[in-house]
């Protein structure tokens, strides 16, 4: 009995390295593949620096999906700080123009690749309206349409934001005004 007994145990004990294995083989890829994203994030956020013309250390991002289109808002994080608030303002506008004449060069040069919906955005800009307006410690700007495929095109165009900022805002439609 206690024969079987010790085989038994040694079989358990087997069957658990054996299912525990892959997983501790898996660790250093993980640690490899959070350094990787970590060090590409890095990487975005000083081009995105460089674009925008301010820190993104000191400012905070949103992309909120709306039932017509959505909106793109920045802020200072403190509200002391006027410079970045005030280089928000310069940025933003301008982003705005060059959206309305169907230019997505700023997000490419950002993010390497052109962002997801931008190309559909370009071709339908004639029905896509750019608003933009100063906020308390930045600005934002409002998208809106009436038209359903250069909505989806809106849609995707912010969520990759979303997802490409880690900006934890919602992947789906937004139902307030900010």
Same mark, same amino acid.
């Given at each position: 009995?206690?024969?079987?007994?010790?085989?038994? $145990?040694?079989?358990?004990?087997?069957?658990? $390295?054996?299912?525990? *294995?892959? *997983?501790?083989?898996?660790?250093?890829?993980?640690?490899?593949?959070?350094?990787?994203?970590?060090?590409?994030? !890095? %990487?975005?956020?000083?081009?995105?620096? %460089?674009?925008?013309?301010?820190?993104?250390?000191?400012?905070?991002?949103? +992309?909120?999906?709306?039932?017509?289109? /959505?909106? $793109?808002?920045?802020?200072?994080? #403190?509200? *002391? #700080?006027?410079?970045?608030? #005030?280089?928000?303002?310069?940025?933003?506008?301008?982003? &705005?123009?060059? +959206?309305? &004449?169907?230019?997505?060069?700023?997000?490419?040069? $950002?993010? !390497?690749?052109?962002?997801?919906?931008?190309?559909?955005? @370009?071709?339908?800009?004639?029905?896509? %309206?750019?608003?933009? &307006?100063?906020?308390?410690?930045?600005?934002?700007?409002?998208?809106?349409?009436?038209?359903?495929?250069?909505?989806?095109?809106?849609?995707? +165009?912010?969520? +990759? @934001?979303?997802?490409?900022?880690?900006? /934890?805002?919602?992947?789906?439609?937004?139902?307030?005004?900010?």
């Amino acid at each position: 009995m206690i024969k079987s007994s010790s085989s038994s $145990i040694l079989t358990l004990v087997a069957t658990a $390295i054996l299912i525990a *294995a892959p *997983a501790f083989a898996q660790q250093p890829q993980s640690s490899d593949a959070h350094k990787s994203a970590h060090d590409s994030m !890095e %990487k975005m956020n000083e081009r995105g620096d %460089k674009v925008m013309g301010f820190d993104h250390t000191k400012t905070t991002h949103h +992309f909120l999906l709306k039932a017509n289109g /959505g909106v $793109i808002q920045i802020e200072a994080n #403190d509200s *002391a #700080d006027t410079v970045s608030r #005030d280089q928000i303002r310069r940025h933003l506008p301008h982003i &705005a123009r060059m +959206f309305s &004449a169907g230019n997505f060069s700023a997000p490419m040069l $950002i993010h !390497e690749q052109n962002p997801p919906g931008a190309d559909l955005m @370009q071709q339908l800009k004639a029905k896509i %309206k750019y608003e933009y &307006a100063e906020t308390e410690q930045g600005a934002l700007i409002r998208i809106a349409t009436d038209d359903a495929e250069a909505l989806k095109a809106i849609h995707e +165009f912010l969520r +990759f @934001q979303i997802t490409e900022h880690m900006t /934890g805002d919602p992947l789906v439609v937004y139902s307030e005004k900010p």
